[in-house]
């Protein structure tokens, strides 16, 4: 008998949903928007996390960069301001905690090859730069140390110049020109993970000694140092290190830059925090909104219906089995929802997937997933205790007398 009841109880509260579908799908409409906000904020919480590791682990681990920003007074040379080779051999020397150290130097050229004129990043580098940013080789070799100590004419270039100049042909071999002078191309190679053109290594690159950069810009300065720590444990330990180390060795005035990559883990989980926060807020106001939506229209269809409860009542439905069909109603608009939201916040990372950089897996909290579910019912069944309650409680005379 109770087992019938039940049964009676759930088709009349889906019956009472049929008939007022265009208002139970609107108040569905923010339950859905709220469920799906509270998935995707775990899911850009980890994936945010997740990437901005697996980028510092592909520019390299326990890195400590350096450059000048602002040079002393011209009055005397400014030279002496720049990093040097002899400053990269002594920062190697310096510290226990120092594995190895590499210096870049970067600027605007344009590349022939087979009748091809393309603008490029020339790059010169020293020994260890490929090995401290963790750069791939897809194609022949990397700069060696003999490259560097020969000021061999070699180069390697990028995967996407390698495509735009020679297409189908190995570029490994391939003759191209800078400028006055033509390079040997030795190998191709791309970024573990692409920085988007943020660090030297730019879509369009050419790498060459940084013995060779003589010719084109008149001295062997370094434009950014690389120096890798240890250990993660020792980079701050590093960072001081190489602070104090360019203070010594240049002019008070000149000022240098020292960062190291744990400052952009940083700042990214900042902005993974202040989105997350951005979407619970639309998320809490969505279930808010449709919350109250449930409250309403349960009160609506408790007035339009105050007759049918009557009749209910006099033949002997009891108060509880009133109260339960309206907590119902209101279950079944917030669980359906709830379930749709989830669903396409489920979807969306699957969709958005291609088109995100090195094929980056994005992660789905499944307890956000269950805590989405459990929060968006848990709405609709608060707000839909109001007006289960004052259906409950009316009186059959009065009811029955309700036209």
Request: with cysteine; charged share 20%; net charge positive.
């Amino acid at each position: 008998m109770a087992a019938m009841l039940r049964n009676e109880t759930w088709m009349v509260a889906l019956d009472a949903l049929r008939a007022n579908k265009v208002r139970a799908a609107l108040t569905m409409l923010g339950v859905i928007i709220g469920s799906m906000c509270i998935v995707l904020v775990a899911t850009i919480s980890l994936t945010g996390r997740r990437y901005i590791i697996a980028l510092i682990e592909g520019v390299g681990t326990n890195i400590v960069y350096a450059k000048l920003v602002r040079a002393g007074p011209q009055e005397t040379t400014a030279l002496s301001d720049e990093i040097s080779m002899a400053d990269l051999e002594a920062i190697r020397r310096s510290s226990p905690q120092v594995v190895a150290a590499a210096g870049t130097r970067s600027l605007g050229r344009s590349i022939v090859a087979e009748g091809k004129v393309h603008p490029i990043s020339l790059v010169g580098v020293t020994e260890g730069f490929q090995r401290i940013r963790n750069l791939l080789i897809l194609r022949g070799r990397g700069l060696d140390a003999g490259d560097m100590a020969a000021r061999g004419k070699v180069c390697v270039i990028t995967e996407e110049l390698a495509k735009l100049l020679f297409t189908f042909e190995n570029p490994v071999g391939q003759s191209v020109r800078v400028g006055e002078l033509s390079f040997t191309v030795v190998g191709v190679f791309r970024e573990r993970v692409s920085t988007f053109g943020t660090s030297e290594i730019q879509r369009e690159t050419v790498m060459i000694p940084l013995s060779l950069m003589k010719y084109y810009t008149g001295s062997e300065f370094i434009g950014v140092l690389y120096v890798q720590a240890t250990s993660p444990d020792d980079v701050p330990v590093v960072t001081r290190q190489l602070e104090r180390f360019l203070a010594e060795r240049h002019r008070a005035e000149a000022v240098y830059r020292v960062e190291n990559l744990a400052a952009l883990l940083e700042t990214a989980q900042k902005i993974a925090l202040a989105l997350s926060v951005v979407l619970l807020v639309i998320g809490f106001i969505a279930l808010l909104i449709s919350g109250i939506g449930i409250m309403n229209i349960m009160l609506v269809t408790v007035t339009q219906r105050t007759r049918e409860i009557g009749i209910r009542k006099a033949i002997g439905a009891p108060r509880r089995e009133i109260l339960w069909q309206f907590l119902l109603e209101a279950f079944i608009i917030s669980g359906t929802g709830a379930v749709v939201g989830i669903l396409i916040a489920v979807a969306i990372p699957v969709i958005v997937r291609p088109l995100l950089p090195g094929g980056l897996r994005v992660p789905v909290s499944w307890a956000s997933v269950l805590l989405a579910f459990f929060v968006t019912c848990l709405t609709g069944i608060l707000f839909g205790y109001l007006p289960a309650n004052r259906a409950a409680k009316l009186a059959p005379t009065e009811s029955l007398r309700y036209e």
